[in-house]
């Protein structure tokens, strides 16, 4: 596959990155009653399993291509106090849930959950097993940095249930990594691997990559692909650096050490893309690759792929997703809730009693169809909009009218090869899943409005 410039200049626009439909950046204020309102009428909504997402917002080291929520964890004096308050969030948000139905799914991010000491991830842990109820094998992930692990601590993680280990290497070359201020792994990735799977075949290890760092090449990124092949990592992901100074300052510090432009980004990542694709993975979404076997590649299969904030997932472990900690956003099927973004202010709230919430909406109605029109196109690939409309119990010409598709735009996506038209709607070529964050936003009645809050789709 071969992306001209032409192409890439016209559709390396700000578009959203359709992590949730509507975007964060929609969110307005919203009250705690609003939060209990949202949590109580969870209960009714399908589907009916509960997912559970802890944020741990600490670091060691600030990398300065960050976009996470996350804050540097100073002397460690707040770390107590935040699983404390993490603990009471559960049993105040506990209190308005069914607990009848199961747990599909944990998910620890950050921030770097193992910038702290492995007891507090244990007591939280053996707190959520006290207080639900699981499905058989649930998964249980945790975001891990090789640069601060070692042998015992994995070995509590695992102790802790833990059964999919991500791991953010964003680049093998300690030359990238010492530029954008990050501590490379601390003894190598394929030991941490061994330990992290030594004597349980359930447990899998997804490796994080970033391109278009500074110091990055072509030639550079696919070494560090090629390390990662061997490795057989169970998922490697290769996000696209978001750019975003206007809201992260550090990233500024980049732009002086020189970034790469976006030809060169797209460069590496179909370099990537065909070098993975070689090596027996296959593309998921927009920048996840995984093997045959994966639940992941058969939910694309049958077009079932789903996602939330914490990426993509099955039917098997979509749930309505309850969010704990600072700056975290549950997401159930009709509303978004975000808690208060800075650690001691989160703290102080949750101490006093009262949820931290300050940010979210609800979703309307209108907006679910949407969502569902967005989503299936970001996972699946695919517009078929038969099989959307009786989903959702609509006639094709009423799904039409709330997703108001642009249809000059899509008349474009087939000239430049982007889809391929077919009676019910579209499939997304190869090249099209490139600019598929584009595709989606040609299916968003609101984005218009709001183009330019968002980082550029290359
Ligand atoms: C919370 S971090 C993972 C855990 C741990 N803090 C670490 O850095 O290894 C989640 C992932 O987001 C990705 N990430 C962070 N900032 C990004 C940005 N500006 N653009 C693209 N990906 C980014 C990185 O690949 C990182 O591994
Ligand atoms: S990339 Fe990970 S380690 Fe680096 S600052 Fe962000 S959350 Fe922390």
């Not at 410039?5 to 609003?34: C, G, I, M, Q, W």
């Not at 694309?300 to 979509?318: D, I, M, P």
């Amino acid at each position: 596959m071969q992306i001209s410039n032409e192409l890439l200049n016209k559709y390396n626009v700000p578009v959203p990155r359709y992590t949730s439909y509507p975007p964060a950046n929609h969110f307005e204020d919203f009250s705690k009653a609003d939060y209990i309102d949202m949590l109580i009428e969870s209960n009714k909504l399908s589907p009916e399993l509960i997912s559970i997402y802890i944020h741990i917002p600490f670091c060691n080291k600030m990398c300065f291509y960050c976009g996470c929520n996350a804050c540097h964890i100073g002397d460690g004096h707040l770390v107590k106090p935040y699983i404390d308050a993490l603990k009471k969030e559960i049993s105040m948000v506990s209190a308005h849930l069914d607990k009848n139905r199961k747990v599909a799914q944990i998910h620890y991010g950050g921030g770097t959950p193992n910038a702290i000491p492995s007891e507090f991830i244990h007591e939280i842990n053996a707190y959520l097993f006290e207080t639900f109820d699981f499905i058989e094998k649930p998964e249980i992930a945790i975001e891990t940095h090789p640069g601060y692990i070692n042998e015992q601590y994995i070995e509590d993680l695992k102790n802790a249930k833990f059964n999919r280990f991500s791991m953010g290497i964003q680049d093998f070359d300690n030359n990238v990594l010492k530029t954008v201020n990050r501590e490379p792994a601390r003894m190598p990735v394929k030991e941490i691997m061994d330990l992290m799977k030594h004597n349980s075949s359930e447990v899998a290890v997804n490796l994080d990559f970033i391109y278009g760092l500074p110091h990055q090449t072509t030639e550079s990124f696919l070494e560090t692909m090629d390390k990662a092949l061997e490795l057989q990592p169970d998922r490697l992901v290769t996000f696209s650096y978001a750019h975003v100074p206007w809201i992260k300052k550090a990233q500024k510090i980049l732009e002086k050490a020189g970034l790469p432009s976006a030809n060169a980004k797209m460069d590496m990542f179909l370099a990537a893309y065909h070098f993975l694709a070689q090596g027996g993975y296959n593309p998921i979404g927009l920048d996840h690759f995984v093997r045959d076997t994966d639940e992941l590649y058969i939910a694309v299969q049958n077009k079932q792929l789903h996602r939330n904030f914490q990426g993509y997932a099955t039917r098997r472990t979509t749930g309505q997703v309850y969010a704990f900690g600072a700056s975290a956003i549950s997401q159930t099927e009709n509303g978004y809730a975000q808690n208060e973004k800075d650690t001691k202010a989160y703290i102080d709230l949750i101490e006093s009693g009262e949820f931290s919430t300050n940010k979210g909406m609800a979703v309307s109605q209108d907006q679910i169809k949407v969502r569902e029109v967005i989503t299936h196109v970001m996972c699946n690939k695919e517009l078929n909009w038969n099989t959307i409309a009786q989903k959702l119990d609509l006639q094709i010409d009423e799904l039409k009218q709330h997703v108001i598709p642009d249809e000059q735009a899509i008349k474009l996506f087939e000239n430049d090869g982007l889809i391929s038209m077919d009676h019910n709607g579209f499939k997304v070529t190869d090249t099209g899943s490139l600019f598929i964050r584009n595709i989606a936003a040609a299916l968003d009645p609101e984005f218009k409005s709001q183009q330019n809050k968002y980082s550029k789709s290359v």
